[in-house]
């Protein structure tokens, strides 16, 4: 049968994944898709990088533009990146009728409500596996295998670089910048790492998750987002001797009045399965009405993981390209014409649980002004510890779990904590899912 004809923009590391896996198995491939997947073009600016990587089998181009206005390309892959020209590429080549693969989750977090309508518009599918958890099927799930279910909440560690550096400061007890510049030596962080640590990436993968599980437009500007860069290694320890671990966790969640969209490190039970995943690996958690907890687990970079997410894409597009639009999986799950206007909460409505950890002067009624705020505030205490000073030192630490509130009240409280004479400085506050 005639080949489905790809242009590939971008044979960096996803994409030469992507021309690699494609050679070596392109007979099962081409089993399950019921016709060949051939890569007819290349675009890249690197030419002669290009050519050495596809051995010169396929014809190279510097002009990604030529290669979306070809009448011979059925499906364009866009694995550049950013916002700019790989947003005019993924709009020229829909308005060309072509279908779309893509890896950038910060295109479709930012602008995927209107990539999604040009698709609808033209009847053309934009597939986005590779987008979300690298190989992890976690978007083939929520579109597909969970259709039954009224989604509660999510809960994924979707960047492999913030939970390598915590899994490396909680075994090495080592500071964060210690271990970013180690993990950007052997090449596990990016040169500019922004993105990763600041918690931006995961907010554009758990954005993309949250419209996908609640049938919502996409609102990566909507998210709350906190990264790991202010984390220590005192308050990983702490933690644990509550039994606990700390993750950078996306977590988007149902409640009554809106949806939580929200990244932040996040303390974690340590007897939970997610709370052990190590290293680079992702894992995302669904909680969902009928099938109960599901958890996907996988790698969530690499060349060849990611390949095989953007080669699923792949082998769909081409079993439903002769298909009637109309009757293809939705975008973003849901219908267009049915999506819900469920407001993103602001993060004051969010409840969740907290760990504090403040510094006193270690001198009777010091606990009782403490705990007497929180009581005050109707806040619960779950657990506490208290530290004896150091040696020849007058400050004490005390840490403290509460039970869930509101995040307005916590922050009320701890203004009020804040303000007593006998606390040092500022309250560390991060929040705990049970995550049950
Ligand atoms: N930089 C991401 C990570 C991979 O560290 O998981 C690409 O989304």
Redesign the pocket.
């Known amino acids: 049968m005639k080949p489905i004809k790809v242009g590939l923009l971008g044979i960096g590391t996803v994409g030469s994944g992507v021309f690699t896996v494609l050679a070596r198995n392109a007979e099962e491939i081409s089993r399950r898709a019921g016709r060949p997947i051939t890569i007819a073009v290349v675009a890249d600016k690197a030419v002669e990088r290009a050519r050495e990587i596809t051995g010169g089998q396929v014809r190279i181009t510097d002009d990604a533009y030529s290669v979306v206005a070809d009448p011979e390309i059925d499906i364009v892959v866009e694995l550049i990146g950013g916002y700019t020209i790989a947003r005019e590429l993924v709009l020229a080549a829909i308005e060309n009728g072509k279908h779309v693969v893509t890896?950038n989750?910060a295109l479709l977090a930012t602008h995927g409500n209107s990539i999604f309508a040009a698709a609808q518009k033209k009847g053309v599918m934009v597939a986005f596996e590779a987008?979300?958890?690298?190989g992890v099927p976690i978007i083939k799930a929520l579109r597909e295998g969970l259709t039954a279910n009224r989604i509660e909440w999510i809960a994924g560690i979707?960047?492999?670089?913030?939970?390598?550096i915590l899994s490396e400061m909680r075994d090495k007890g080592l500071a964060f910048d210690e271990v970013l510049r180690a993990a950007q030596q052997l090449g596990?962080?990016?040169a500019d790492?922004t993105?990763?640590i600041e918690g931006v990436?995961?907010a554009?993968?758990i954005t993309l998750l949250s419209a996908l599980a609640f049938g919502i437009p996409v609102q990566f500007d909507k998210a709350y987002v906190e990264g790991i860069t202010k984390l220590t290694a005192e308050d990983i320890t702490y933690a644990e001797q509550f039994g606990y671990r700390i993750k950078l966790l996306g977590i988007t969640r149902r409640q009554a009045n809106g949806v939580e969209l929200r990244v932040h490190p996040t303390l974690v039970p340590e007897r939970r399965l997610i709370a052990n995943v190590e290293g680079?690996m992702?894992a995302v958690l669904v909680q969902a009405d009928a099938v109960g907890a599901t958890l996907y687990y996988g790698r969530?970079?690499g060349s060849e993981p990611?390949a095989s997410a953007v080669i699923a894409d792949l082998v769909d597009v081409t079993r439903l390209h002769t298909a009637d639009p109309e009757h293809r999986v939705p975008h973003l799950a849901f219908r267009p014409d049915r999506m819900a206007d469920l407001p993103i909460l602001p993060m004051e409505e969010v409840v969740t649980s907290y760990y504090l950890r403040l510094r006193v002067e270690d001198k009777p009624g010091v606990l009782a002004d403490v705990t007497r705020i929180l009581a005050d505030d109707e806040i619960s205490i779950d657990a506490m510890l208290q530290k004896e000073p150091a040696e020849g030192e007058d400050q004490a630490d005390i840490i403290m779990l509460t039970h869930r509130c509101l995040e307005k009240r916590i922050n009320a409280a701890i203004a009020r904590i804040e303000s007593l004479a006998a606390v040092r400085g500022d309250v560390v506050r991060l929040r705990l899912e049970q995550l049950q």
Not at 158 to 164: A, K, Q, V
């Open positions: 890896a989750k987008a979300v958890a690298g979707i960047n492999g670089t913030t939970n390598y596990y962080a990016e790492p993105f990763d990436d995961a554009h993968k680079v992702n969530g970079a990611t």
